[in-house]
């Protein structure tokens, strides 16, 4: 079975009538998702500019399936060959055909310079991570991109849960919120939600220049979290909590206050969208009532 988001990354390939780099297709891609009003794939600022980790898996799912061909060579350049041809314009809806087209028009020709130079340009806030932008761009070009950086010296503590949303959504909130360094307090940091697993979000956090560090030792062990079906269910499970892991845990606690004294903007991460219930909010209260804080809380 095809997701409709695959069907575009084909369709994109197949109209294009060539091989591309695994960068070019993040551009194209990029650019056919401005045209939609909703988006088949999110992206984040990243080492060669906008970039989707869904279109990165979904290129090698597509791989696997034999729909795709991929060559790795030198220099961390992957080339995408379409190995399966089976018009998959008309797989897509009239309004994604008619940006199909737009796409093909406006941009078949740039060479791959041209056009990361162009969505470097147009949208700034995804080259603000490029470890190539000051190679291809004007010292005035670079200014703009600067100023899509957010900078903050106040210090913060900050908690996020991935409940609901994509990495890449999850990540921009790190990103806009100039988070230096993501501490993971799950037990067990394994997810069966795309991007979410240790090894998955720690490479997603370098790539975006955010330090990753598990905790396991403040985490709750899942199987204490499979019959909570109200608020007060939570509550009870994190009285316990507090009088159990926390004060057993106290030197990973300091831990997270010398992370913030030498770091200064921090973030607490665990599933759940409802900081109410997940346990970071009670070890952000635990930090809270430190002596001597001089950081805020914020819950993402």
Known sequence: MLYNRRKILLALIEALGKDLTAIQIQKYLFLYTREQQNKSYDFIPYYYGCFSFQANQDISTLTKLGYLDTIEQEHDSTIIHLHKRENYKSMLDIFEQQIL????????????????????TKYPYYATKSIIAKDILTSEELACIEKQKRKFTSPILCTIGYEGITLETYINK?????????????????????????????KACKGAGIQYIHIPQ??????????????KDYDILFDIYEKTTLKENKHSLMFIRNLINKNKRIALTCFEANPKQCHRSRVAKYLMQFPNIDYELKHL
Not at 101 to 120: A, N
């Open 101 to 120: 087209q737009d796409i093909i028009t406006k941009f078949k020709h740039l060479s791959q310079t041209d056009l990361i130079r162009y969505t470097y």
């Open 174 to 202: 790190l990103i806009i919120n100039d988070i230096h360094v993501l501490c993971d307090i799950r037990k067990n940091a394994f997810s069966q939600k795309y991007g979410f697993s240790k090894s998955q979000l720690e």
């Open 218 to 231: 403040l985490g709750i062990n899942s199987d204490l979290r499979q019959d909570l079906k109200s608020q």
